[in-house]
């Protein structure tokens, strides 16, 4: 019998560059919608009464569908054949919703908008990062999450000064809701491009036998592909996820940024600004970061990114003028950038090619939980004690993430793991 463990390698996945430019276009368009109206939300929240305990919430419940909606479409991902038809209802659902917020009149109102936005970005997530995963060979990984998260951001500049120019045009007290209309424009675009440019990736998986041939390509045709029952995830999956766990525990929703910059002074009329200050760095070194990381430690990458982070949440902890305010947003971007791309590479690399969408799914899962216990709890913290202890918190969790990552396992080997062997088949099944 042969032994799987010994050279069984996933066969490289046909090259789509149509699919990553269809992707990337996809996200300007998507996320220029999404930023129209996301650094404008809380002037907007003020303006209906919402405090900053009620911001968590709607910010912790909106996180909470996107962490099930994750998990489920991360196994979808592993299990469809047909997977264009979830990514491109996950970006209709997002850009049919977002303009509903221009007639929200109450924090119950917005927290619903923002649940169903978030769930549909839940739904498309897994099944679309996979299926860039299975459109480039592996040493191409980094640099085609690099440039879809590179095109994303270009719409997150986009996105503000629209906004700027719509509440210019308009002026603040009409020009937040007509943000949310515009946004519908763009919205539009981002559903165009992905049903007419995103083609469906044919895998090519590993046969879960013990024999060392590859499995035959997968029909297109029909509902479902055969996957194994349970995933077996190595260690140094496991082990980067605890980090992920520790870090997003302390990685609350950007908005409180925004609100914090708001109380030092910066007028709420400058909110898109702030945007574009942040986003304009994460563009520039999204794709430079994700081609670095074909060619060095994606998990040295990530913890370079962590401690960014902490360096740019311990300025607005103790927020000493507005300049530094405005400057840390700046640096904030290069966190983004280290740690967004090549994150998502890094996941994918670690585990066998049958398994990403599941891998994905858990790795979206359980960051999202841990964001929305980290929302609400800011919240909370903020409205008693203020803006320093909360944000300072979250300073400490990065770093601390950031050694776990410096000091833990190499993962690219597992890029050649084998599929589970006859025995682990029949364990899977006595489970069920």
């Not at 498309?124 to 980094?142: N, Q, T």
């Not at 590479?345 to 359980?366: D, N, W």
Request: positive net charge; hydrophobic residues 50%; charged residues 15%.
């Amino acid at each position: 019998m042969a032994d799987v463990s010994q050279d069984l390698i996933v066969p490289p996945p046909p090259i789509s560059r149509r699919n990553v430019w269809a992707f990337s276009l996809t996200s300007l368009f998507n996320d220029t919608a999404s930023e129209m109206g996301y650094w404008v939300l809380p002037a907007f929240l003020r303006s209906l009464g919402i405090d900053a305990a009620q911001l968590g919430i709607i910010e912790g419940l909106a996180e909470s569908v996107v962490s099930v909606a994750k998990l489920y479409s991360g196994y979808l991902a592993d299990k469809l054949t047909k997977r264009k038809p979830l990514v491109v209802a996950g970006y209709a659902v997002a850009g049919a919703v977002k303009p509903l917020l221009a007639f929200a009149g109450s924090w119950w109102q917005v927290l619903g908008i923002r649940f169903s936005d978030r769930l549909a970005k839940g739904m498309r997530g897994a099944p679309r990062d996979v299926m860039l995963a299975e459109s480039v060979p592996k040493e191409k990984l980094g640099s085609a999450f690099g440039q879809l998260q590179a095109m994303d951001t270009a719409g997150a500049i986009i996105g503000p000064l629209l906004a700027l120019g719509i509440i210019s045009y308009y002026g603040a007290q009409f020009g937040l809701r007509n943000v949310f209309l515009f946004a519908a424009i763009p919205g539009m675009l981002a559903v165009t491009t992905a049903v007419l440019g995103i083609r469906e990736t044919r895998r090519t998986d590993v046969d879960p036998t013990p024999s060392a041939a590859p499995a035959p390509a997968l029909p297109t045709t029909g509902a479902e592909a055969p996957c194994p029952t349970k995933a077996h995830f190595p260690f140094s999956f496991y082990y980067v996820l605890a980090a992920v766990t520790i870090f997003s525990l302390g990685c609350s929703s950007d908005m409180f940024l925004v609100l914090r910059a708001q109380e030092s002074g910066i007028a709420s009329s400058a909110a898109p600004l702030l945007g574009l200050t942040f986003n304009i760095t994460y563009t520039l070194f999204s794709w430079p970061a994700g081609k670095l990381s074909d060619r060095m430690s994606r998990r040295h990458l990530v913890a370079a990114g962590y401690v960014v982070y902490a360096a740019v949440y311990a300025v607005f902890a103790l927020a000493p003028s507005q300049g530094a305010i405005w400057g840390a947003l700046a640096f904030y971007g290069l966190f983004y950038a280290l740690s967004t791309p090549v994150m998502k590479a890094l996941i994918a690399e670690t585990v066998p090619a049958y398994e990403r969408g599941r891998a994905l799914g858990l790795f979206y899962f359980v960051s999202s939980v841990s964001i929305l216990l980290a929302s609400v709890v800011t919240g909370r913290l903020w409205k008693i004690y203020g803006a320093g202890l909360p944000l300072g918190i979250a300073a400490g969790l990065a770093l601390v993430a950031a050694g776990m990552l410096l000091l833990g396992p190499d993962t690219k080997a597992v890029v050649t793991a084998a599929a589970p062997t006859a025995q682990q088949q029949e364990e899977d099944e006595l489970d069920k």
